[in-house]
Structure formats: C-alpha cells, structure tokens
C-alpha cells in the first residue's frame, strides 16, 4: 500500500484497529434534519469521542473549523432527495480537485444494489476508486437501501459489502443486522463500519447492537442520528467510545451514558 493511502487510513482506523466516525451528511438528502438545523452545534461537544467527521463539502466549509479538526471523509454522492422518486439515482458530486483542495481524509459514496440504479452507483464507485487511487485517498462505499429498510438481512448485505470490496473500498460502511452478521463480516475482505440505521427506541438498544457488531467483527461505527438525536448525545458517545476504544461491555457502557448524563 502507497505510504499516502496507509497514511490516511491511519488517521481513520485508530492503532487498536477501530474507529467511531460522526456523520452530518444526512442534510444532502434530507434537509435541515432534527438535532442538525445547526451542524456546528450539533457537533462541538461530541468531536472529542469521534475519530473522524463524515460530511458534505458545504458543511464542512461553513459549520466544521478548519484549524485542528478532526479527519473528515467527505461525501462525494447525492443529487436526490427525500421527495423525489427515488433516492438511488445518485450521481458523482465532487471532483477529485475539490476532494484533494479540501484536504479530505477520504470520501465516501453510496451504493444502492438491488435497486433500479444498480449499475449508476456502482459505476459512480469504479469512477470513483480509479480517481482517488492515483492520489492515495481511501473510498468508503455506503451500502444505502433508501426507504426500503426491510432489506437489511445478512445475505442482501454481505452481497452489498463484498461487490464495493470488489470494486476497491477501501472500508464498507454497513447495517448491522442481528442474524448471522459475522458471515456478513468474514465475507468482505476490506473493514465493515456500522451504520445506524432508523433511530433506536433506547440508547441501551444502541449500545447493544454496537457491542454485539464489534464482537462480530465490525471494526466500528458510522452513527449520526443514534447519538445527536438523543436527548443525552454527549453521553451517549462517550458511551460508545468505551465499547469501541476500550472494549467495554454493554453494563459498563450504560454505566458510564448514566455517569456522564448525571454530570451535565
């Protein structure tokens, strides 16, 4: 691997082997999301638990510090929304210039399989890994289902992981799901991120199915909504910090969301 690339990874991947990255991209599809109105806000207490920020280039340059920020992996797909026809008819969003004036970590960009958009978003991503690849920057590829949520089962997605393995992500991100999630793990030959998915009813339940990805597997997380939608998201990524950086388990982790939600 080019020093570049095993450089950038380094900053992403932490020296156990695991990460917590923040998203605030869902705007680029949602618009002014619940508890994102104002990602600045939103994010200040919480970037000293996160490894890295997932997010677009308008935000990154009008809500994120550019001075001793975090590592930012920055979302180069979009071009629909939630009231259009169909959310996987994404396109290419940001070129390399902009990927590389911007001094991104890496990029991510989703792909939808199984949808009328296949082949365009896998397509999106070969462009993509060609690009980024002549200038060492890692690619993480989003296993996005749009508003078909019923589709995260273990086969759909160890199929959706191994194909943008394939194509050269570097990193999936991707559901977790509570069958047979290790077979989805084992069969990716690159690290699998969780996402969070809809919003859990409890940070316990959060806490619960993050323990159990990294216990399968996953090397860590990609959650938004599930810690800064919560009524306590400082404690709650304080939380998932100790499962994911210090191997917590899911008592402790409660223990320290109540510590620190008492303390504020």
């Known amino acids: 691997m080019d020093w570049g690339m095993k450089n950038r990874l380094s900053k992403l991947i932490q020296k156990d082997g ?3 990255f923040l998203p605030i991209d869902h705007g680029y599809f949602q618009g002014p999301t619940r508890s994102l109105e104002e990602p600045a806000k939103t994010i200040k207490p919480l970037l000293p638990y996160c490894d890295a920020l997932f997010v677009t280039r308008g935000v990154l340059r009008s809500c994120v510090e550019a001075v001793d920020s975090k590592p930012i992996i920055l979302r180069v797909s979009g071009g629909t929304s939630m009231v259009g026809a169909d959310l996987a008819n994404e396109v290419i969003t940001t070129s390399i ?3 590389i004036r911007l001094n991104a970590t890496a990029v991510g960009i989703s792909v939808f399989i199984g949808s009328d ?6 397509q999106n991503l070969a462009e993509l890994v060609n690009k980024c690849e002549g200038y060492g920057i890692p690619v993480m590829a989003v296993t996005a289902v749009g508003k078909e949520m019923e589709k995260r089962e273990a086969r759909y997605l160890a199929l959706c992981c191994r194909i943008a393995a394939e194509l050269g992500a570097k990193a ?5 799901c509570e069958k047979d999630f290790d077979k989805v793990v084992k069969g990716c030959p690159v690290p699998v991120v969780m ?6 009813e409890t ?5 619960e199915f993050v323990h159990d990805g990294m216990q399968k597997g996953a090397i860590g997380i990609n959650l938004g909504r599930n810690v800064w939608q919560s009524p306590h998201p ?4 304080g939380a998932l910090q100790a499962i994911i950086h210090e191997r917590a388990t ?3 982790a409660h223990e320290i969301f109540n510590d620190i939600k008492n303390k504020k």
Do not use: S
Request: charged share 30%; aromatic share 12%; proline share 3%.
């Open 117 to 122: 958009y296949e082949k365009q978003t896998l």
């Open 18 to 20: 695991h990460c917590f």
């Open 234 to 237: 400082v404690a709650v990524a």
């Open 203 to 207: 940070e316990l339940e959060v806490l």
């Open 195 to 200: 996402a969070g998915g809809p919003k859990c």
């Open 97 to 99: 210039e902009e990927i």
């Open 250 to 252: 899911v008592k402790k």
């Open 172 to 176: 999936v991100k991707t559901y977790w």
